[in-house]
T-cell receptor
Framework: DAKTTQPNSMESNEEEPVHLPCNHS???????IHWYRQLPSQGPEYVIH???SNVNNRMASLAIAEDRKSSTLILHRATLRDAAVYYC???????????FGAGTRLTVKP | SQTIHQWPATLVQPVGSPLSLECTVE??????LYWYRQAAGRGLQLLFY??????ISSEVPQNLSASRPQDRQFILSSKKLLLSDSGFYLC???????????FGDGTRLSIL
């Protein structure tokens, strides 16, 4: 899988939007962009994924750059429960494995 | 709906003892199954994955092994645990790269 680069940590205020960036300059045409988050002492939780177009679901929005070399996970109104480590992962359409990087630790301040 | 079960939730084992962690999935058939390990304060490391009964791909050479005796059962084993085997072990299931992976609650393994 191609590599992703994320900031180590970010801070946000409660009820404000959060934009979590991810760079993946070596992405291939068959790579899907996945986002997961992990709360302390829990398994990762799926957030959203996409290929080329922007995606929205009840948890978040995923904005994918036109050249697909970067993407942004958008939490529209951060809550204290959104404090977690967020992982951006590329998954090759030809492979079944999934590899996690270090992720971004999001802190939400009340 | 689909569910994934891992047990036990916590485990304390002496060095050199055997290990067996079990993961089962309900409500789905022929899923891809995965074992990950997370050392304290670190990211997730893929250990094994399986695309079908008896089919195991190993990502990290070590003293751990995995087996898939049934479609929805995935077992992680060791004959002799090392101190470095401590960590948070997670099982997951999914259906390929354009579908989400779903994780269990994990087993926290401490080696003494």
């Amino acid at each position: 899988d191609a590599k992703t680069t994320q900031p180590n940590s970010m801070e946000s205020n409660e009820e404000e939007p959060v934009h979590l960036p991810c760079n993946h300059s070596t992405i291939s045409g068959t790579d899907y962009i996945h986002w997961y988050r992990q709360l302390p002492s829990q398994g990762p939780e799926y957030v959203i994924h996409g290929l080329t177009s922007n995606v929205n679901n009840r948890m978040a929005s995923l904005a994918i750059a036109e050249d697909r070399k970067s993407s942004t996970l958008i939490l529209h109104r951060a809550t204290l429960r959104d404090a977690a480590v967020y992982y951006c992962i590329l998954r090759d359409g030809n492979n079944n494995d999934m590899r996690f990087g270090a992720g971004t630790r999001l802190t939400v301040k009340p | 709906s689909q569910t994934i079960h891992q047990w036990p939730a916590t485990l304390v084992q002496p060095v050199g003892s055997p290990l067996s962690l079990e993961c089962t999935v309900e409500g789905t058939s022929n899923p891809n199954l995965y074992w990950y390990r997370q050392a304290a304060g670190r990211g997730l490391q893929l250990l094994f994955y399986s695309v079908g009964i008896g089919q195991i791909s190993s990502e990290v050479p070590q003293n751990l092994s995995a087996s898939r005796p049934q479609d929805r059962q995935f077992i992680l084993s060791s004959k002799k645990l090392l101190l470095s085997d401590s960590g948070f072990y997670l099982c997951a299931w999914g259906y390929g790269s354009n579908q989400p992976q779903h994780f269990g609650d994990g087993t926290r393994l401490s080696i003494l």
